[in-house]
């Protein structure tokens, strides 16, 4: 099993990479534990993966982005408390980024922090949101807005769950493996455009394990020295400010990283129109990393300017009066702006209408 080990500021943790899925069956030697599974996993594997867990030991959770708050952390404290949870438990969650999202603010906060292994099974989980210590819930209608800091003490990824995904939200963690790749230098971005067509086909297992570790690695890249988000880490948001904007104007019905494809088109654009990327270049990432990884086709009214404006608005990094927009440049370089005009955003989003076809 390959490794990966992290350092965090709140403790060092490891990524445990594993080609079956043996682990589950070594988590029995875990006492006081409890698993917190996402209901549809937990329907495509209960007879099989998980056939000799003891009910009595499991919550299954039902997932729904607007399920992503503090009710449903209190639903998961009620479960642990009525198996008189105590603080040298270990939580096990098993699902994608909202159980991760949900059970890591709960393994946080109850007493003030549990033992808390995590088992990512969708490919976003898998690539990119099991590591960075954050945990996010949406309060009322802000996304992500309530949050702590909590890594997992562990994770195990087997890159074999995302078999059973859906294929929206399989392209939806594609389009973090597309940004990450694509933040990791020249090099990197060229190997994602030639193995991009096979990553797609979802048949090459190896091509697949060797774009969720790079993408990670990335990821790592990009933390290293700025755990906490004030700094360099901000630049993983490549694609996030555009995108965030249509997750909202679409009620999340463009799933997250497909939001990323479309907010990463929309940062080409403005860095093309400012001159910081080469036309040759833009049209490069366009056809071949972008392009292929888009799945989702979003509507006039969830691309109209006044809606995205208003949505950008509320970026959490925004300071000044201007927008913010990180973009990459030239040479393979990130930068991150904050002067981007309506009349820019207005302009660029005409542009990407009709780049990507929409009516
Ligand atoms: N904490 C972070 O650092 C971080 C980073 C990025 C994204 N996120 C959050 O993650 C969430 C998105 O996560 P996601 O894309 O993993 O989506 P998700 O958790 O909603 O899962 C997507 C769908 O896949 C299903 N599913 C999960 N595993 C499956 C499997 N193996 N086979 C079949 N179906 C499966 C789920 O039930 C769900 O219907 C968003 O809420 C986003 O804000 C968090």
Known sequence: MQVIRVHSAIRDYEV??????????????IPNRFYVIDSNVWELYRDSLFSRLDPELVMVLPIEEDRKNLYTVMEVYDALMSRSAKRNMTLISIGGGIVQDITGFAASTLYRGINWIFVPTTLLAQADSCIGSKTSLNYKSYKNLVGTFFPPNRIFLSPGFTRTLKNEDYFSGLGEVVKLHLMGGEQLARELMLNLPALAGRENAAALLSAIEKSLAVKLGYM??????????NLLNFGHCFGHAVESTSA??????QAVVIGMMFANIVAKNRGLMSVALF?????????PALTAQP?????DTDAVFAAMKMDKKR????????????????IKIDDLTYAE???ANHELQKLIGVA
């Open 283 to 291: 049209e490069q990432l366009h056809q071949q990393a972008l392009k």
């Open 319 to 334: 300071t000044g009066d201007g927008l913010v927009l990180i973009m990459l440049i030239n040479g393979f370089e990130m």
């Open 252 to 257: 999340f019905a463009i799933p997250h990283g």
């Open 16 to 29: 445990h990479f594993s080609g079956s899925f043996d682990f589950l069956t070594a988590f029995e030697d």
């Open 299 to 303: 509507d006039k009214g969830q691309l």
């Open 224 to 233: 290293q020295d700025d755990e906490f988000d004030t700094g360099k880490r």
């Open 345 to 347: 955003l207005d302009a």
